[in-house]
Structures are given as structure tokens and as C-alpha cells.
């Protein structure tokens, strides 16, 4: 069973940074990246990568999160600057084997159990 965990989550002040960190049990990954939820709402996409380094973000975050695969094509980083109190949701990371896909179709197959942001105003 694929595993993904997840690490680097706390609590910072608005305009702060955090660096969240994903690494797999397997490296078969063609695509690896993150959603998020917030309390009360859905779940969405906030960047994805592909296997040849090509990044994916969603709106509210492009220009200040940067989404990056190490070497090992096992692992996913996301660094997140410039926070807001929007940021705010437990954060996932995902991945899937399948690809290309479009970035608004994309679902993943695996999923980690989450890391909490935290941003005060």
C-alpha cells in the first residue's frame, strides 16, 4: 500500500513562511502535490508537478507558494510565502500515477493523512 506523509506544518503570522515537505513509499509518481481544507469547506487543488518538474497552481496561491520534486522523484516540497489567514486548512499531499492530465481534472489515487497551517492575522 502506498504511503505519503507529510511534515513541516505549524502555526505563523500572516506573512510568514512554512515549508511543507511529502515524501512516498514508491517513485512510479507522475504527478505529486498538495490540496487543502479549510473547516467547513471543500477540498481543493493547491499545486501539483509533474514528473519532468512542470508546476500547476491554483489562483489564490500563484506568486507565492512554489511547489518543487527532489531528486529521488519520491519526495514534494511546497514553500509557502506570504501567508494569509486564508491560508489556513489542513494540507494534503497527493499523487497519482496517471498522466498527463489536465490540471482542473486532475484526481489523485493517493493520498496523506494531512499536516495542519495555521496563519494569524
Known amino acids: 500500500q502506498v504511503q505519503l506523509v507529510e511534515s513541516g506544518g505549524g502555526s505563523v503570522q500572516s506573512g510568514g513562511s512554512l515549508r511543507l515537505s511529502c515524501v512516498a513509499s514508491e517513485k512510479n509518481f507522475y504527478y505529486m502535490g498538495w490540496f487543502r481544507q479549510a473547516p467547513g469547506q471543500e477540498r481543493e487543488g493547491v499545486a501539483r508537478?509533474?514528473?519532468?518538474?512542470?508546476?500547476a497552481y491554483a489562483h489564490p496561491v500563484d506568486g507565492r507558494f512554489i511547489i518543487s520534486r527532489g531528486g529521488s522523484q519520491n519526495t514534494v516540497y511546497l514553500q509557502m510565502n506570504n501567508l494569509k489567514p486564508e491560508d489556513t486548512a489542513m494540507y494534503y499531499c497527493?499523487?497519482?500515477?496517471?498522466?498527463?492530465?489536465?490540471?482542473?481534472?486532475?484526481?489523485?489515487?493517493?493520498w496523506g493523512q494531512g499536516t495542519q497551517v495555521t496563519v494569524s492575522s
Open positions: 508537478i509533474s514528473r519532468g518538474g512542470a508546476p
Open positions: 497527493a499523487a497519482s500515477v496517471d498522466g498527463p492530465i489536465a490540471w482542473g481534472a486532475w484526481s489523485p489515487d493517493s
